[in-house]
């Protein structure tokens, strides 16, 4: 009996070990360029560690470090050109149209750039050759390591990103007294003076101009080291530690950024008061603390898809031989590495991810690395609430409510309209006004995406106190929708003019055509769904019942969805889709996701339209374009075509300087960063949410458990996702088929349960008409349109079963297959 018991215990202590193994990153040899090393972060500080042993990289951000001022780029011009540029659409003439619009809608600043600091460099002199080398980032706790032998000494490096104490800190040891000895110093491409003083070695940066918005934000970089015996010796250009047995390295940073109107901070002070607090604890206190903060969010879910003798590989390794299908805990890891980014990318109080989370090299990075808002930062957050990490989000909700405080004058000058109005990017200052040219930027929609998050949010944690914190942002953009919606004169549905189907046109992404047009089909889904969605609000709340009859005047005025001669769902109001056009943007499936608005079970044929666009679409794409496609398979329920999606995510890019390192199908980076290429890390952020859609939805009336599990993970287990209304699912599988499932009521409520197999469980019944929890409401969309040219298409769906169980609120209920 002792005996069993023991294996038992070694059993799951060895099962345990596997799974933390498969958290960790790690390699053997040290990074030579950017996309190799490995990401760490607070929210605030971002650090990308390089792990070399004679000379360590610390390439440092802070996330309010940007370029330019307080600005504004709404153009006065445009409000008088618009009736002009309406009718040329209306016409026909829409590269004339575009032409007016790049002459009187375009203002020269397309935004500021997201700024690096530069890079803290570690110096240890010998230790050039060296052997036993290994480095990883530990994604379970939020730690990375660097550990090497050189001159018969173990030396090790641990660096982490104090969630707790706001600084970053490095402990350097080795396993023999007054072992270590090196310098530290900088580099950086600002403009920039370098001091001792009080003991630290101090970086005074400028902010860079750009595009005639002078640079008046300032960054104070301060490294302190604390060494075990030996010395240390600071001077204007160093920091010198001498015969050592460890040593801490501290590096704190700010700036003098309040908000986006507000820059008076003292960043000198700032980021002395973090530095001092931190130095008061011990080592082991500040990282347990750090640890405990971070878990606090990360372990609200595992996913378990098996291991295999792959998982022991280096991690790069793992994904160039992902497509020999031997490595499903890959899938598993790159889903919590996008977990583990949205953690260390946006933490309450912060600045939201932009394009490249908190984490640049670069003075001009890749478009900035701003927020664009056409769907890239939106998809930053996709995982927010689905993946049981609500606070991350704050960040974003709360930009949108200082855009609908800032983007009110855009409205106004640009177009005439109350309420608020952004285009397809803004920055840290919150710019509204128009970016990239007319071709790019002529896409005034940016602002009721962003809208989608303050719903969908409200539909997980139903508070109306939240709900009502929010709702004048909500109404602001329906306010300008209200205003700028103008009749069709042919069809005399109500439009979006000028806009685009972002960043293509019918003729496709070609410069010398035009994109500009009038109620293309995703902006139709966007009007749609803000302004629903903010009738839904003021009934909630007990506001305006007239606004609620202006609302529901304007809905029933917007175009339907359409499907078109190929049995497409059509991207323009014209029937002009190109079925060889394979452009990364799929804009007019935004109704199937991130919406709800197309349904397998309420409009069939238009499901299946949505199918035929996606398939024209094909399955390569931009790494981030890719991410959405996992989505979007997920929620056409094809688990098997999802998976494909994964595996083109899933292919090594080694370098995008060296020629030998660049697959032009590559999607991933050594370290997991995805690849437009460039790095764009919503394509993470997107495939992390897709994983999430595979094994549970909830946008289409019920909790629907392993919607598009795929073959290849034929047993597994998820725990901890959460679903609209307040519910956190656990799932268990066996033979690609629900086994058991666990489901835990934050709110109380109905709970609607969709199944692919018949389920049993205490209080569960056989569902009955529409769910009555208000959190799972459906859409009420127009019949659509159908193409008299064809017999439109049906889906091949599988049989569900659906089922209810009132439940209660902080109970948990227990499901299993029959």
Not at 201 to 214: C, Q, R, S
Not at 765 to 779: D, I, M, T, V
Request: charged share 20%; hydrophobic share 35%; glycine share 8%.
């Amino acid at each position: 009996m002792k005996r069993s018991y023991l294996c038992v215990c070694l059993s799951i202590l060895v099962v345990f070990v596997t799974r933390a193994e498969e958290l960790k990153l790690w390699y053997s040899q040290p990074a030579t360029e950017w996309v190799e090393a490995l990401p760490l972060g607070n929210s605030r500080l971002g650090v990308m560690v390089y792990g070399n042993p004679a000379n360590e990289e610390l390439q440092l951000n802070e996330e309010t470090f940007w370029a330019g001022s307080p600005h504004q780029n709404g153009s006065k011009d445009a409000l008088a050109a618009l009736p002009e540029v309406r009718g040329l659409i209306f016409e026909g003439k829409s590269l004339e149209a575009q032409e007016l619009i790049q002459k009187n809608f375009k203002k020269p600043s397309d935004g500021m750039p997201y700024l690096t600091i530069g890079s803290l460099h570690l110096h240890f002199p010998g230790h050039e050759q060296f052997t036993n080398y290994y480095r990883d980032l530990n994604i379970n706790n939020a730690v990375a390591t660097t550990r090497y032998q050189a001159n018969g000494v173990t030396y090790t490096r641990e660096v982490f990103t104090s969630f707790t104490d706001h600084v970053i800190i490095m402990r350097i040891s080795a396993d023999q007294p007054k072992a270590l000895n090196f310098t530290v110093d900088y580099s950086s491409p600002l403009e920039h003076t370098v001091k001792a003083k009080s003991g630290k070695l101090v970086l005074n940066g400028k902010g860079t101009d750009h595009e005639t918005i002078p640079g008046k934000l300032r960054i104070e970089n301060q490294a302190y080291v604390k060494a075990e015996g030996g010395t240390v010796k600071v001077t204007n250009q160093q920091i010198s530690v001498k015969d050592a047995s460890s040593a801490i390295l501290y590096i704190s940073a700010a700036t003098n950024f309040v908000n986006y109107k507000t820059i008076n901070a003292n960043e000198s002070q700032k980021a002395t008061n973090f530095l001092s607090a931190a130095l008061k604890k011990e080592y082991k206190q500040a990282k347990q603390e750090h640890i405990t903060y971070y878990q606090n969010q990360f372990k609200r879910v595992s996913l378990d898809l098996g291991t295999s003798e792959s998982a022991k590989q280096e991690t790069h390794l793992r994904v160039r031989d992902f497509s020999q299908g031997k490595d499903a805990s890959l899938a598993a890891l790159l889903f919590q590495f996008g977990r583990y980014l949205l953690i260390s990318s946006s933490q309450p109080g912060g600045q939201p991810a932009n394009l490249q989370g908190i984490w640049n090299n670069q003075l001009l990075p890749p478009w900035d690395s701003k927020y664009t808002i056409n769907i890239n930062t939106e998809m930053n957050y996709w995982p927010a609430e689905v993946t049981n990490l609500s606070e991350t989000h704050q960040p974003l909700i709360q930009m949108v409510k200082e855009l609908s405080e800032n983007a009110q004058e855009t409205a106004r000058i640009m177009y005439g309209s109350n309420g608020w109005v952004t285009h397809h990017n803004t920055d840290l200052w919150r710019i509204s006004g128009l970016v990239d040219g007319a071709f790019h930027g002529t896409w005034p929609n940016g602002g009721a995406w962003l809208c989608q998050h303050l719903w969908e949010r409200y539909l997980y944690n139903g508070d109306k106190a939240y709900l009502r914190d929010v709702y004048p942002a909500l109404k602001g953009a329906s306010d300008f929708f209200l205003d700028f919606l103008t009749e069709h004169p042919t069809y005399k549905w109500m439009v979006t003019t000028p806009s685009t189907s972002p960043e293509h046109g019918p003729e496709g992404e070609n410069a010398d055509g035009s994109s500009v047009a009038a109620g293309c089909t995703m902006d139709n889904q966007i009007a749609f769904e803000l302004l629903s969605n903010t009738l839904q609000a003021n009934r909630i709340l007990g506001e305006d019942a007239e606004y609620s009859k202006r609302l529901q005047a304007m809905i029933n005025r917007l175009a339907p969805m359409q499907i078109g001669k190929y049995n497409q769902l059509q991207e323009w109001l014209e029937d002009v889709d190109n079925p060889l056009n394979q452009h990364r943007h799929v804009s007019h499936l935004y109704g199937l996701y991130p919406g709800n608005q197309i349904s397998p079970y309420m409009h069939p044929t238009l499901f299946q339209a949505a199918k035929k666009s996606l398939i024209y679409r094909g399955d390569q794409a931009t790494g981030w374009s890719i991410g959405w496609k996992v989505n979007l398979w997920a929620r056409l329920l094809d688990g098997n075509h999802a998976y494909k999606i994964i595996q083109n995510m899933l292919v090594l890019l080694e370098s995008d300087t060296k020629p030998e390192g660049r697959n032009p199908d590559g999607r991933t980076y050594p370290n997991l960063f995805d690849a437009h290429p460039p790095f764009q890390i919503d394509g993470n952020f997107g495939y992390t949410a897709g994983i999430a859609e595979m094994l549970m939805q909830s946008h289409d009336g019920a909790v629907h458990l392993l919607p598009a599990l795929p073959d290849a993970w034929e047993k597994g287990s998820v725990k901890g996702l959460v679903s609209r209304g307040g519910f956190v699912v656990d799932i268990n599988w066996d033979g690609t088929q629900l086994a058991k499932a666990d489901i835990h009521s934050r709110l109380g409520g109905n709970l609607r349960i969709r199944s692919y197999v018949p389920l049993k469980g205490s209080g569960l019944q056989k569902a009955k008409g529409e769910n009555k929890n208000p959190l799972f409401a459906k859409p009420q969309i127009k019949e659509p349109l159908v193409s008299k040219l064809i017999t439109p298409q049906w889906p091949v769906l599988y049989t569900i079963y659906e089922y209810d169980i009132q439940t209660e609120a902080g109970k948990t209920y227990q499901l299993e297959r029959e």
